[in-house]
C-alpha cells in the first residue's frame, strides 16, 4: 500500500502561483498513474490532472488546461503539481491519489490518497 502526503498548499492571491507536492513512500512509484483531484466546499471531487506511469500518458481537465504542470520525479519518488495563473475557483483542497500504471478519470478507481492539502486564492 502505497502512502501519499500532500504539501506546499496556501493562500495566494488571483494570479500568482503554487506548486504542489505528492511525496510516497511504502511502494516505488514507477509503476502507477498518478492523479491529482480538488474539493471545493459543497462541490464534488474534481480530477484535475493525471500522468500514467512511464509519463506516457498526461490528462488535465479543461479548466486548468495552460495554467497546471503535472511532473514525476522518481528518484524523490515525488509528483507535483505546478499551479499558475490562480483563479478563485481554484480554491479547494487538493488531493493525489495512485492507481496502477494507467490514468482514470473515476476518482473511485484510484486506490491510495493523501490527506489533502489546502488552496485558497483570494485578494
Known amino acids: 500500500q502505497v502512502q501519499l502526503v500532500e504539501s506546499g498548499g496556501g493562500l495566494v492571491q488571483p494570479g500568482g502561483s503554487l506548486r504542489l507536492s505528492c511525496v510516497a513512500s511504502?511502494?516505488?512509484?514507477?509503476?502507477?498513474?498518478i492523479g491529482w483531484f480538488r474539493q471545493a466546499p459543497g462541490k464534488e471531487r474534481e480530477g484535475v490532472s493525471c500522468i500514467s506511469s512511464k509519463d506516457s500518458w498526461i490528462y488535465y481537465v479543461d479548466s486548468v488546461k495552460g495554467r497546471f504542470t503535472i511532473s514525476r520525479d522518481n528518484a524523490k519518488n515525488t509528483v507535483y503539481l505546478q499551479i499558475n495563473s490562480l483563479k478563485p475557483e481554484d480554491t479547494a483542497v487538493y488531493y493525489c491519489a495512485t492507481r496502477p500504471y494507467f490514468c482514470s478519470r473515476y476518482s473511485t478507481a484510484f486506490d491510495s490518497w493523501g490527506q489533502g492539502t489546502q488552496v485558497t486564492v483570494s485578494s
Open positions: 511504502g511502494s516505488t512509484l514507477d509503476h502507477y498513474a
